[in-house]
Nanobody, 119 residues
Framework: QVQLVESGGGLVQAGDSLRLSCTAS????????MGWYRQAPGKERELLAS???????YYTDSAKGRFTISGDSAKNTIYLQMDSLKPEDTAVYYC?????????????WGQGTPVTVSS
């Protein structure tokens, strides 16, 4: 099993930056990819960016240009650098991991870290 813990959320003003962190523990050698999602009030959870263990990075349109995903494999941690934040970025941000151990496959989620951007 894999456990994920996010941190770094908070209350900021429009135009500010934040860096979110997500640290994995447990069967981390079974992680094939990690990513960041967010869920705004009343909306569905959406993918922002992902990073595979082979170094492939993917961004959705919601993240391109202002958000940057990065990782530190030695710390089993990924980050989401968010710049030029806007009020519409207000959401709970979740870390996600694709887990593959032999024939077993699954998805792990963190508990989420809230981000509030005031205008």
């Amino acid at each position: 099993q894999v456990q994920l813990v996010e941190s770094g959320g908070g209350l900021v003003q429009a135009g500010d930056s934040l860096r979110l962190s997500c640290t994995a523990s447990g069967d981390t050698n079974c992680i094939s990819a990690m990513g960041w999602y967010r869920q705004a009030p009343g909306k569905e959870r959406e993918l922002l960016a992902s990073n595979t263990t082979h170094g492939r990075t993917y961004y959705t349109d919601s993240a391109k240009g202002r958000f940057t995903i990065s990782g530190d494999s030695a710390k089993n941690t990924i980050y989401l650098q968010m710049d030029s934040l806007k009020p519409e970025d207000t959401a709970v941000y979740y870390c996600n991991a694709d887990v593959k151990c032999g024939p077993s496959r699954g998805v792990a989620w963190g508990q989420g870290t809230p981000v509030t951007v005031s205008s």
